[in-house]
């Protein structure tokens, strides 16, 4: 690919067709969504506002329920993803600085086949506490793994480092926001932007500190004509630029020294620009829902096909400052043939489309301006 110029003016060039073999389209959305329109000249084209919320999301698998909790004075916050019974986990992680909790468990030579939620959260390793709420909220529904004495909920569970956003670092995830976020899932079309564990998401911190951008949660969904789903949902804090693959044009990233336009972040790696986070400051997370039927080593597989859409999107990906995690839940309601190369493919694809909507529909901070704060 040749890459004119060094910097780039901000430009939000809609999404195209995803160009997937099985003629995949987004699940639910009308012939008038601006993601699949054609691409407008640069600098005319539409952005979506955080209002604007997709009809395609993680919630167009049926059966999965997803909620936020956003503690709007720092901010931070929790998202939790609710699975119908018996839906199948996976994960796969390929950042260098990942928190995690239970996601041994998903191994699949390991005896647990089901999961009941994941939790993604702000806080840093603080923020693991918001899985104690969920799974609080699971057993009073009598939500779990079957043993004497009741049962105990699966909830594995991943974070991202937002500490220094804000002015009260104190202040982070902890069970009451799980709890908060598990009682209001639901299965409408998911929130996005910056709420839940995306209200801190920051990203384009590989060149210098004061030229990054707000980042936040996405989600997409893609359907095949025989009703296979595969959806996505992401909260991007990453330490690199996002890009959008289709036009190779940088969406949302490290800003230019004037802070009007947007650094070429091919360029940056080039020349050797080395991340100014710390290790484990960053981190983009993942969760692929799909209707297949997927044994846990598929949907081990299918994670880690997903993390294509990270290195697709994400200029650089999978760095040692991140901790890029990808789980995936499989509920397996879909009665036809899914084959793990199929599916993968697609949970790879809706990653992409979901971390371009999260920093399109993100709101600014102080110090991290988002996409349409740039186009004013």
């Known amino acids: 690919m040749t890459l004119p110029g060094r910097l780039w ?3 939000t060039p809609v999404l195209a067709a995803a160009a997937v073999a099985v003629a995949a389209t987004r699940a639910g959305v ?12 640069p600098h005319e084209a539409a952005v979506q506002t955080p209002t604007d919320t997709p009809t395609d999301s ?17 901010p931070t916050g929790c998202t939790v993803i609710l699975a119908p019974d018996r839906t199948v986990g996976g994960v796969d992680v390929a950042g260098g600085a990942p928190g995690t909790r239970e996601t041994d468990l998903l191994e699949p030579e390991n005896t647990v086949q089901h999961v009941n939620a994941i939790v993604l959260s ?12 969920v799974m609080t909220w699971l057993a009073e529904h009598g939500i779990g793994y079957p043993i004497t004495g009741g049962p105990v909920p699966i909830v594995p569970a991943a974070i991202i480092f937002d500490l220094p956003i804000g002015d009260h670092p104190e202040i982070r995830p902890t069970a009451a926001c799980g709890y908060a976020a598990a009682g209001a899932a639901t299965s409408a079309p998911v929130a996005q932007g910056s709420v839940g564990a ?14 990054g951008m707000k980042g936040g949660v996405g989600s997409a969904a893609l359907r095949t004509e025989g009703g296979l789903i595969v959806a ?51 981190t983009t997370l993942g969760v692929v829902a799909t209707n297949a039927r997927l044994t846990k080593a598929e949907a081990r597989k299918v994670a880690r096909m997903a993390q294509d859409g990270f290195a697709r999107a994400i200029v650089p990906s999978h760095t040692p400052s991140d901790g890029d995690t990808i789980f995936t839940l499989a509920t397996g309601q879909f009665e036809g043939a899914a084959s793990t190369s199929t599916v993968g493919s697609l949970a790879a694809e809706a990653i992409t489309d979901a971390i371009l909507r999260a920093v399109r529909l993100a709101t600014g901070l102080p110090g991290y301006p988002a996409v349409a704060d740039l186009r004013r």
Not at 58 to 72: D, F, Y
């Open 30 to 41: 009308p012939s008038a969504d601006p993601a699949r329109t054609p691409a407008s000249p």
């Open 232 to 282: 996505a949902l992401v909260v991007v804090n990453a330490v690199g630029s996002v890009v959008d693959p289709r036009t190779g044009q940088p969406v949302a990233g490290v800003r230019t020294a004037d802070g009007l336009g947007l650094e070429n972040p091919w360029d940056l790696v080039r020349r050797g620009i080395t991340p100014a986070s710390p290790a484990g400051g960053n």
């Open 58 to 74: 993680l919630t167009s698998v049926p059966g999965i329920r997803v909620g936020h909790h956003t503690l709007a004075e720092r």
């Open 9 to 11: 003016l901000v430009a």
């Open 198 to 211: 995306g209200a801190g998401a920051t990203i384009g911190k590989s060149f210098a500190r004061g030229r």
């Open 122 to 133: 702000g806080g840093s390793a603080f923020g693991l506490a918001a899985a104690d709420g």
